[in-house]
């Protein structure tokens, strides 16, 4: 008898899930700048074939000391339940494809010029062919969507199908600016001493240009109240963006001195310099979750003072994110604050990251993770979880430092304290020495952990086997643990 309800119970679970699965897409808008180095369709396991149209975003290379810009190629829908992918590169044979983040473990179908998989979640990938990762397509397979407003609500700017130029949008209190699965948006999104804003959708918004043709108008000067950034959040709370791709003109998204704000299913393409994905500055209470994160600049940057943003930076959270670095830090806190009315960067936790790439030449701004206090910032009470690193072309895994950069600070750091990190897993050989060091005896660093520190395999601890006793253990993770540290210790779980 209970078998016979185990087998019930799973034929509903089964009837269920093929009855609410769901798969939605959307044409290109006419002109829209496309690539044609891939064919993309999907379709619900078993259903009829949707084509996707592929769009075009500019990356960087920098070779030497020079960038040079690259046309890679994304695609979005939304779906519930199983889908299969089938992805055709048009420029020749696939001899090898991978698809990353390499901790999916999604393993594809290859057959001469096309590869296959299917997708029983969400999930944001990077399908590299014959090893090209700057021509490869990101594919954003999006959860469906829980909110659509309708276009006749006056607290709603929406914005359906097509191509749309607005220069600068200054979003209301309790407005929804929603861009459709189909939209492209040319223009800039500001949200000054504003309230209960929620920026919404599947669309695109860029302040590039964004026909084929070339014959709309490229971004315009700053306004009086922004640096020209894609989505500027300034003095406001209660923020929501969520679902949307951008291609920014400097920075993806700008916070400053707000608190309350939620980041969630977020995409980001940038190539030009200073274009940084997500900066956060004096503020308190903002979680960033689920976004992919492709920049020629810091990915995720956290400071304190700059400009006429002033304050603490405090509880702070991001998780499920992929950050892919063509330039600088995936990961960079600290650097800006205020020597005069020090600024403390506090409670600040990263889980469950895939970092796929960092390419920096200058050794000052290297680092997977980068902790450097500046301008007598003070950086305490930060938490590492579930990292995983997949080997770069240039840099290092962890630079953390009590720094005085003269091109940016007006002093050194106050120090940085109480610092955990558990469960980093980096599988790579080209990482250069990683950093940890202090400033002065006042300026220092204390009480770093390092939980479950794997290295290619080699779980990095203090009662290692094979570690002489006159090494640091630092030394077998290729970290140089410098002056004015103390209290730094490498654990296992098992200790």
């Keep these: ?41 999907v379709r619900q396991k078993g259903g009829d074939w949707k084509n996707l149209p592929t769009y075009k975003a500019t990356i960087t290379n920098v070779v030497n000391t020079k960038s040079q810009y690259q046309s890679t190629s994304f695609a979005y829908f939304d779906f519930s339940g199983v889908v299969e992918v089938t992805v055709t590169y048009n420029l020749g044979p696939v001899e090898r494809a991978k698809i990353r983040p390499l901790s999916f473990g999604i393993i594809p179908n290859v057959q001469s010029n096309t590869v296959s998989f299917f997708l029983d979640k969400p999930r944001k990938l990077s399908i590299e062919i014959n090893g090209d990762i700057f021509h490869n397509l990101q594919l954003f397979a999006n959860p469906m969507e829980t909110f659509r407003p309708s276009p006749a609500d006056t607290n709603v700017t929406y914005f359906g199908p097509g191509i749309h130029q607005i220069d600068v949008l200054r979003a209301h209190s309790n407005q929804v600016i929603y861009l459709a699965g189909g939209a492209v ?43 020209n950034d894609q989505l500027t959040i300034a003095y406001s709370k209660k923020i929501e963006v ?28 940038s190539f030009e310099g200073n274009a940084d994905g997500i900066d956060v500055f004096c503020s308190s209470d903002i979680a960033i979750n689920d976004i992919f994160m492709r920049n020629s600049d810091d990915c995720i940057a956290i400071y304190g003072h700059r400009w006429n943003y002033y304050g603490n930076t405090k509880k702070i959270s991001v998780s499920n994110a992929i950050l892919w670095a063509d330039v600088a830090h995936p990961v960079l806190i600290g650097t800006h604050g205020d020597t005069d009315r020090p600024d403390t960067l506090g409670h600040i936790t990263f889980k469950n990251l895939d970092i796929l ?14 902790l450097n206090a500046g301008d007598n910032n ?33 002093s050194a750091g106050r120090g940085i304290q109480n610092v955990y990190f558990k469960n980093v897993d980096f599988n790579g050989r080209r990482s250069n020495i990683s950093i940890i060091t202090g400033y002065d005896n006042e300026r220092n660093i204390k009480n770093i952990v390092f939980e479950n520190l794997k290295i290619n395999g080699v779980n990095i601890a203090d009662n290692m086997p094979g ?16 002056e004015h540290v103390n209290g730094i210790s490498f654990i296992s779980s098992k200790d």
């Excluded at 993806?252 to 980001?268: A, C, H, T």
């Excluded at 305490?380 to 091109?407: A, K, P, S, T």
């Excluded at 570690?467 to 410098?482: E, F, L, R």
């Design 1 to 41: 008898m209970k078998k016979r309800i185990i087998k019930l119970f799973l034929l509903f679970l089964c009837f269920s899930t093929g009855v609410n699965a769901q798969l939605v897409t959307w044409d290109a808008p006419v002109g829209a700048a496309l690539n044609t180095d891939f064919r993309v369709k």
């Design 185 to 227: 948006v040319q223009g800039q999104i500001l949200i000054d001493k504003a309230e209960n804003v929620r920026v919404l959708g599947r669309g695109i918004l860029t302040q590039l240009p964004v026909l084929n043709e070339g014959n709309i108008k490229s971004p315009g000067p700053a306004s009086l109240n922004s640096r």
């Design 242 to 269: 969520e679902g949307i791709i951008v291609l920014p003109h400097k920075y993806s998204v700008l916070i400053g001195q707000s608190e309350d704000v939620r980041i969630s299913n977020f995409k980001s393409f």
């Design 357 to 370: 790439e960092q390419h920096e030449h200058q050794i000052d701004y290297q680092g997977c993770i980068a």
């Design 378 to 410: 003070l950086l305490d009470q930060l938490r590492f979880e579930d990292i995983h690193v997949e080997d770069f072309r240039e840099g290092q895994l962890f630079n953390i430092r009590v720094m005085f950069n003269h091109l940016y600070n007006t």
């Design 467 to 482: 570690k002489p006793s006159y090494y640091k253990t630092g030394d077998m993770a290729n970290i140089s643990v410098g």
